[in-house]
């Protein structure tokens, strides 16, 4: 987060929390105006919170969504036909 640089306002930030691996992910829009990044060991989002947070307060136009949580979907198993 230290090193995070944006090329222009965000207009949103997005966070979103993925509870089977405990991996949270701070994502931008426009997606040109910065890369996400991600944060492991963050199952509650509260680190991806507090740097959107710290983001929101140098663009105050910016919006916060987030943050949403989910589950990984399972690998989808390959069904094949005896014949």
Known sequence: METLRLRGNPERIFISVDESTGKSTVSFFPAEVGSPFQH??????????????????????????GPHFHAARPAKARIRKRA
Request: net charge positive.
């Open 40 to 65: 492991d060991g963050d199952k509650d989002g509260s680190r991806a919170l507090k740097d959107a947070k710290s983001i929101l307060a140098k663009y105050p136009a910016c919006t916060l969504h």
